[in-house]
């Protein structure tokens, strides 16, 4: 009886890649033929069905709205096959429908479980392929198919239903690895990338496996079952998963050809004919179980080696070109890998074996040793340090990140590396000395005032809430100047000869000034001194100076007009910790009473006038 080709033209005309899919529509027609023809034992089920295998590889590589024409494409070509060497016409397309619409479930559980299409490539992928293929896409369509299989031949529902499940199940996982590999493309890719010698290779794999399973199978001496596995994993292993897959196709090729025959292994303990096909369902069923997930690991692994071979590939061109130091520290801190830029950042031509603190200065140790204690306490997260360094006469800025790196462990999570065991560091040195600069110079300049250059208000404040910190065990000595007069000058000069007046007098200041006489610019007309380590005669002396100073300047107006100046200052020493509204309330007291007096002279606050009335630092800023 002739076949119509009408199905596989239909396919290469309708749908996109058709030459391809109606390729696969052939293969599909033939080995359903085939399982159809040479494993319906008994005139039941076929022993192993491959077609839902082909299509579901067909359908997960195709786009949504395709799959519609796929499916009554192939639901002719399954009908034909059945009517042909099957149940016969009468039962052709109730057994078509059952079995695409069991492909269907399969593409769909596959797609919606690992839309990262990973069956072939990771462990939980592979669970979902046997999970989807060999259990739930079987056992929903086993239903219908054993109640349509039960109306034609002999024996109960349940019996046809659970063959159902193990012929299709034991065929999906047979045939979907190498139908999907050649419906996506891996197949050729893998083959036009592979050497002459490693295509010799498989082929000769597969010889021996085959040689080894006829030799088991074609005798019934021996039980001998237990050979062919080796043969099989060791193609497992050389060969990943086209090896497997052909291997397990030629172990169950001869397997069929022996039961067909009635030849070979003899299985005593099974009676009845159909106990010897479950038999050898679960047979090639544990050897599937043994080889696909083999394959899969190897693959998994060649797949992590590719990506680590990336990535040393990307670090030693980053390290060979980057201006950063890149280190990998082992778990003691010691330097196992330094890319070139680790010698001119730290100033040595080795540095194996030696440790990090060596990029920074001694004096640093601690402060290197603790951000390298806190990134192993937490692997995964990174620890910043940014420390000046003397290269030589000149100073310069490093700022290293660290980042541990836990040790590999299969049953931890990614998520749980939090305390884990590290293995060594990752770290960054970066020189940073142009950003910490303007970084620095931006502070400067936020804490300076424009005009006179002197300290501001904001940097005032700061280093005198500082000392007031520790003022019970440090004294300080607290003044308040405030120039006499000073609005006249601007009324009579104008403002620019005030500002002049402003910039003369901090350069009186800035001529006082010392390591131990902060001094600083309030606002308007109003400046600070904080003296440290002085008595108070000696702080009066100096703020009389001051005073000197002041009068004594030669002050000229834009006009030419000649005029002078004179200041005023309050003096206080603060002795208890007390807020920095309280500190300048002690000095405004005697600077008032300087100023009521005439101007031109120092007041000293009394014993009991010195930080008055202590509050907490919170009420007096809120306040």
């Known amino acids: 009886m002739a076949i119509s080709p009408s199905p596989i033209t239909w396919i290469e005309s309708h749908v996109p890649g058709g030459k391809k899919v109606a390729l696969l529509g052939l293969a599909f027609f033939a080995l359903t033929s085939l399982t159809i023809a040479m494993t319906r034992f008994g005139g039941a089920l076929a022993l192993v069905w491959l077609g839902t295998a082909i299509l579901t590889a067909v359908l997960v590589t195709l786009p949504r709205p395709q799959w519609s024409r796929v499916l009554w494409g192939f639901a002719a070509l399954s009908a034909a096959a059945t009517s042909l060497f099957g149940f016969g016409p009468h039962m052709a397309l109730q057994l078509a429908a059952t079995n695409v619409f069991e492909a269907y479930v399969i593409a769909r559980l596959l797609l919606a479980l690992r839309p990262q299409r990973d069956w072939l490539e990771s462990v939980d992928g592979l669970i979902v392929l046997i999970v989807a293929g060999g259990l739930i896409g079987p056992a929903l369509a086993a239903i219908p198919g054993g109640l349509m299989v039960a109306m034609v031949a002999p024996g109960g529902w349940l019996s046809h239903a659970t063959d159902w499940i193990a012929g299709h199940g034991l065929g999906t996982l047979l045939g979907f690895p190498i139908a999907y590999m050649a419906t996506s493309g891996a197949l050729s890719k893998e083959t036009a990338a592979s050497r002459p010698a490693v295509v010799a290779e498989c082929i000769g794999h597969a010889l021996i496996v085959g040689v080894v399973t006829a030799v088991v199978f ?40 022996s039961s067909s025959t009635g030849q070979g292994v003899s299985l005593p303990a099974l009676d009845a004919f159909g106990e010897k096909v479950l038999f050898l369902q679960f047979y090639l069923a544990v050897l599937l179980l043994l080889a696909l997930p083999v394959s899969v690991a190897l693959k998994r692994n060649q797949l992590l080696f590719a990506q680590l071979e990336e990535k040393k590939a990307l670090k030693a061109l980053i390290s060979d070109h980057s201006d950063d130091a890149l280190l990998n520290l082992d778990s003691e801190g010691r330097v196992r890998f330094a890319s070139p830029a680790g010698e001119r950042l730290s100033g040595r031509t080795e540095l194996m074996d030696l440790p990090l603190t060596v990029f920074f200065d001694p004096l640093d140790e601690v402060l290197v040793l603790g951000a390298l204690t806190r990134a ?133 200041m800035q001529q006082l000034s010392a390591p131990e006489r902060f001094f600083a610019r309030l606002g308007g007309d109003e400046f600070a001194l904080i003296a440290d380590g002085i008595e108070p005669s000696e702080a009066a002396a100096l703020c009389e100076q001051l005073c000197r100073e002041v009068a004594e300047l030669d002050l000229a107006a834009p006009d030419g007009t000649v005029f002078s100046l004179t200041a005023s200052v309050g003096l206080a020493g603060i002795a208890v910790a007390c807020s920095a509204s309280l500190a300048l309330q002690a000095a405004d007291g005697p600077l008032y009473a300087a100023k009521s007096a005439g101007g031109n002279r120092v007041e000293i606050a009394a014993a009991g006038e010195n930080c008055p009335t202590r509050r907490s630092d919170s009420a007096t800023r809120a306040a």
Not at 218 to 237: G, N, R, S, T
Not at 239 to 255: K, M, N, Y
Not at 434 to 454: F, I, N, P
Request: glycine share 6%; proline share 6%.
């Open 218 to 257: 074609l005798q019934a001496d021996l039980p001998l079952l237990f050979l062919p596995v080796a043969p099989l994993l060791f193609a497992a292993f050389r060969q990943g998963r086209i090896g497997a897959s052909i291997g397990l196709f030629t172990i169950a090729l001869v397997a069929i050809v």
């Open 376 to 508: 192993g306490q937490e692997p995964g997260q990174t620890c910043m340090i940014e420390r000046p360094v003397l290269r030589g006469k000149d100073q310069i800025w490093l700022e290293a990140r660290i980042r541990a790196v836990p040790r590999a462990e299969i049953t931890r999570p990614i998520a749980s590396s939090i305390g884990a065991p590290i293995v060594g560091y990752a770290v960054t040195i970066r020189d940073v000395t142009a950003s910490k600069s303007a970084e620095l110079r931006a502070l400067r300049e936020a804490d300076t005032d424009a005009l006179t250059g002197l300290p501001n208000r904001r940097a005032f404040l700061r280093h005198l809430e500082a000392r007031l910190e520790h003022a019970a065990h440090r004294p300080f000595m607290f003044a308040i100047v405030d120039l006499d007069h000073f609005k006249c000058v601007n009324d009579t000069h104008g403002h620019d000869a005030g500002d002049m007046v402003l910039r003369r007098v901090a350069a009186a």
